[in-house]
């Protein structure tokens, strides 16, 4: 059974930092890509950040880049969202993403939700003062 399980949500003061874990189960993150999307109160949901399957190859949605860091675990199955230098426009539901894509697609679409057919129930973060 195809799992994906977030942990790590809070309320957290603008430039301060959050990290967000998703453990995946029944899709091993060296056969499977895994990411995370957000949705803002009133906003479509944007793709954050996603990690190859294949040599590890990180993707960043430009509002996040030199501020999260995704990195997992393969052993533990496990995919991290290191958030710093956190502001009030982060505030989103955070959901983690897993599927099969290619290096290829990866390089084009990683931030298209329809790449994606597993999702995580999401985590809450909050900035604000």
């Known amino acids: 059974q195809v799992q994906l399980v977030e942990s790590g949500e809070g309320l957290v003061q603008p430039g301060g930092s959050l990290r967000l874990s998703c453990a995946a189960s029944?899709?091993?993150?060296?056969?499977?890509?895994i990411g995370w999307f957000r949705q803002a109160p009133g906003k479509e949901r944007e793709g954050v950040s996603s990690?190859?399957?294949?040599?590890?190859?990180?993707y960043y949605a430009d509002s996040v880049k030199g501020r999260f860091t995704i990195s997992r675990d393969i052993a533990k199955n496990t995919v991290y969202l290191q958030m710093n230098s956190l502001k009030p426009e982060d505030t989103a539901v955070y959901y983690c993403?897993?599927?099969?894509?290619?290096?290829?697609?990866?390089?084009?679409?990683?931030?298209?939700?329809?790449?994606?057919?597993?999702w995580g129930q999401g985590t809450q973060v909050t900035v604000s003062s």
């Open positions: 029944g899709l091993p993150l060296d056969y499977y890509a």
């Open positions: 993403v897993a599927d099969i894509v290619s290096a290829q697609a990866m390089g084009l679409w990683w931030s298209m939700e329809s790449e994606y057919d597993y």
């Open positions: 990690i190859s399957s294949s040599d590890g190859s990180t």
